[in-house]
């Protein structure tokens, strides 16, 4: 199985704007539903957001109205738009392909003043 790439992330004021990348190799990737993944230091991984196949984005509610899932399947990429982002959303972001067991290395998204 092929591993995720996460990018995008980095320090930014609270109420800033980031936005993530996940890449992976091969066809199926594009046909998979995805999901984003985050975890806060001394916390367990929680669930952000899903792209099903089709496209559809399904988010958890403390990031609804805030991040756009989206996907490029001719480019193989995930992304993860974060708007009016909070201290709390502080964290390492992981995408996964659902179909999978593999998980990328994050990418480290830090908010604060």
């Known amino acids: 199985q092929v591993q995720p790439v996460e990018s995008g992330g980095g320090l930014v004021q609270p109420g800033g704007s980031l936005r993530l990348s996940c890449v992976a190799s091969?066809?199926?990737?594009?046909?998979?539903?995805v999901a984003w993944y985050r975890q806060a230091p001394g916390k367990q991984r929680e669930w952000v957001a899903t792209i099903t196949s089709g496209a559809s984005p399904m988010y958890a509610d403390s990031v609804k109205g805030r991040f756009t899932i989206s996907r490029d399947n001719a480019k193989n990429t995930v992304y993860l738009q974060m708007d009016s982002l909070k201290s709390e959303d502080t964290a390492v972001y992981y995408c996964k392909d659902l179909l999978a067991v593999v998980w990328g290395q994050g990418t480290q998204v830090t908010v604060s003043s």
């Open positions: 091969g066809s199926a990737f594009s046909i998979r539903p």
